[in-house]
Nanobody, 115 residues
Framework: QVQLVESGGGLVQAGESLQLSCAAS????????MGWYRQAPGKQREFVASSTSGGFTNYPDSVKGRFTISRNSAKNTVYLQMNSLKPEDTAIYYCNVVSQSVNYWGQGTQVTVSS
């Protein structure tokens, strides 16, 4: 059994910052990829950020320069530092971990950015 527990969501004003955390526990082998996705009401889930075990990171243009992903491999934990938040960043944010070709998802944490 693998569990992903997210924390750090909340309500902030535009321009403010939040940091999300996701801790993976259980029978998980060293994750290949750890990342974040988000889903806004009425929209499809979209990619936000990823970090590979080799140290590569990736972001879509919509968050590049504002969001930073980092990971603590010893603790199987991934973080998402979100700066200069915009109302369009409002969504449920999901942690994603890929380990031995298996995708694991967290339960999601709500991020709301008011204008």
């Amino acid at each position: 059994q693998v569990q992903l527990v997210e924390s750090g969501g909340g309500l902030v004003q535009a321009g403010e910052s939040l940091q999300l955390s996701c801790a993976a526990s259980g029978r998980i082998v060293r994750p290949n990829v750890m990342g974040w996705y988000r889903q806004a009401p009425g929209k499809q889930r979209e990619f936000v950020a990823s970090s590979t075990s080799g140290g590569f990171t990736n972001y879509p243009d919509s968050v590049k320069g504002r969001f930073t992903i980092s990971r603590n491999s010893a603790k199987n934990t991934v973080y998402l530092q979100m700066n200069s938040l915009k109302p369009e960043d409002t969504a449920i944010y999901y942690c994603n971990v890929v380990s031995q070709s298996v995708n694991y998802w967290g339960q999601g944490t709500q991020v709301t950015v008011s204008s």
